[in-house]
């Protein structure tokens, strides 16, 4: 008893140090898969720095597309046994607890898709389900994430919510633009389907940082984290100066300016980074790691 009292002692103090401090512990993810030279997925989760790797993209699918992916110099799809050699990677990410998703990007032209078709697909080719041509491999991926940056804006909910019909265990992300609302995803967003939402604070002039100035940041962040129904909103950052256009945020001006701005929120979930190629060149993840 003796011992169960002091371990419920020692968990209240912890509790309320916590809240004290108006602060929640938060997680690392990274976009990975758009660079050949940013090395493997496993070399990227044994890093140790990332809770949430996304393999990127799954470009092509809907309006009656061969669906296809694309991890540009890592391998060919359509070649041989293609990227199925990834599902060794996979496994090895996820033995080590990192939840590991793919990414659909749409952002051109006219993105007409049926939902409940593109799910399926999804299910049986990346997720839970069977199918003789997994891309990746029989891997089974965490979750689906949804970087929507053109196209259009219909349909997106729906998908998210036959890939929920699946069942809990299947993650529903999302990366929106900081204006808020996002204009390709924001409706979808609204149905509390979504479990992370990884917001970019970059290239958008508007709601990202500048030069020592948060305001615009802050009054952004506070509309996603008191708008939208996710689990957790995660402030989405260029891990270096070349992985953006605008917007890169210094390390040293993210754990002593911004980070005490945001860190205070019951949703604030951590930090994404674009990407892993840019993190390895900067050294950004580890950098923050110890602050995030």
């Given at each position: 008893m003796a011992l169960k009292s002091a371990i419920s002692v020692t968990f209240l103090c912890l509790v309320l140090l916590t809240l004290a401090n108006g602060s929640y512990a938060g997680k690392i993810t990274v976009y990975w898969g758009q660079n050949g030279n940013e090395g493997t997925l496993a070399e990227a989760c044994a890093t140790g720095n990332y809770d949430y790797v996304i393999i990127a993209f799954l470009p092509t699918f809907g309006n009656g597309q061969t669906p296809m992916?694309?991890?540009?110099?890592?391998?060919?799809p359509s070649y041989g046994n293609g990227c199925t050699g990834l599902s060794s990677d996979i496994k090895s990410c996820q033995a080590k607890g990192i939840k590991v998703l793919l990414s659909l990007r749409a952002d051109v032209g006219s993105h007409t898709i049926d939902a409940s078709e593109v799910a399926t697909y999804l299910w049986n080719n990346f997720l839970g389900g069977q199918s003789p041509t997994r891309p990746l491999g029989p891997a089974v991926l965490?979750?689906?994430?949804?970087?929507?940056?053109?196209?259009?804006?219909?349909?997106?909910?729906?998908?998210?919510?036959?890939?929920?019909?699946?069942?809990?265990?299947?993650?529903i992300t999302a990366a929106p633009q900081c204006p808020f609302p996002d204009a390709w995803i924001g409706n979808a967003l609204t149905t509390g389907l979504f479990d992370y939402v990884w917001v970019q604070f970059y290239n958008n002039p508007p709601c990202q940082y500048t030069s020592?100035?948060?305001?615009?940041l802050e009054y952004a962040w506070k509309q996603w984290i008191s708008g939208i129904p996710a689990?957790?909103?995660f402030l989405g950052l260029p891990a270096s100066p070349q992985a953006a256009g605008r917007g890169f945020l210094p390390a040293s001006d993210f754990t002593s300016k911004v980070l005490p701005a945001i860190k205070g929120s019951a949703k604030y979930g951590g930090v994404m980074l674009w990407s892993r190629y840019y993190d390895v060149q900067s050294g950004y993840s580890s950098s923050i790691k110890s602050y995030v």
């Open positions: 992916i694309n991890l540009a110099g890592h391998c060919d965490d979750g689906i994430d949804f970087d929507i940056e053109g196209g259009s804006n219909q349909h997106w909910g729906h998908l998210a919510r036959f890939l929920k019909g699946y069942g809990k265990q299947v993650y020592g100035e948060i305001s615009n689990n957790k909103i």
